[in-house]
T-cell receptor, first 114, second 113 residues
């Protein structure tokens, strides 16, 4: 079955540190890739998405992600985090053949020390 | 422009009871999907409704059923509640069933005791 793996359950960083959250998926066909963020008490929001084209995708709030097809990876990065980035981050994938169903990873909780 | 709204926000039910959760999609959206998010886990797809029919279903038992109304709003029904059904239930809407980009509501927190 298709799945999404997020390597880090909980990441703790200081402000201004660089961030990289890992994400791998298991599916050999065409996929759409997403990162969602869930701030405390708020709904899931789309950070960025990859459908096709340039594998380096830029999203909101200075986040970016790189799709590496050969590694089935879609890691999320930010060069300098802020306290307001404290949230839960979910990597997700939809299959081209079944674009309705979003398959989520288990999430990474990011805590930023002021 | 209203986003996805869900009601109620919190709910406590007893084992064996039945529950109905409600969702109004984002304005202009005609497709509604439901997800279950257990504590510490990512959301899991339950099913999707489009044109008042269930179009796709995840790996959930028949105790989970739904409905979509002509105004595109939707209900999720869960019968014979189990303790393991305690979770955050998320509704997502999109423009068309094949559209991968979805907008999520804040969810309904269901606690089964």
């Amino acid at each position: 079955a298709q799945s999404v793996s997020q390597h880090n359950h909980h990441v703790i960083l200081s402000e201004a540190a660089s961030l990289e959250l890992g994400c791998n998926y298991s599916y050999g066909g065409t996929v759409n890739l997403f990162w969602y963020v869930q701030y405390p008490g708020q709904h899931l929001q789309l950070l960025l998405k990859y459908f096709s084209g340039d594998p380096l995708v830029k999203g909101i709030k200075g986040f970016e992600a790189e799709f590496i097809k050969s590694k089935f990876s879609f890691n999320l990065r930010k060069p300098s985090v802020q306290w307001s980035d404290t949230a839960e981050y979910f990597c997700a994938v939809t299959l081209y053949s079944s674009a309705s169903k979003i398959i989520f990873g288990s999430g990474t909780r990011l805590s930023i020390r002021p | 422009d209203a986003g996805v709204t869900q009601s109620p926000t919190h709910l406590i039910k007893t084992r064996g009871q039945q529950v109905t959760l409600r969702c109004s999609p984002k304005s202009g959206h005609d497709t509604v999907s439901w997800y279950q998010q257990a504590l510490g886990q990512g959301p899991q797809f339950i099913f999707q409704y489009y044109e008042e029919e269930e179009r796709q279903r995840g790996n959930f038992p028949d105790r989970f059923s739904g409905h979509q109304f002509p105004n595109y709003s939707s209900e999720l029904n869960v019968n014979a509640l189990l303790l393991g059904d305690s979770a955050l239930y998320l509704c997502a809407s999109s423009l068309g069933p094949g559209q991968a980009e979805a907008f999520f509501g804040q969810g309904t927190r269901l606690t089964v005791v």
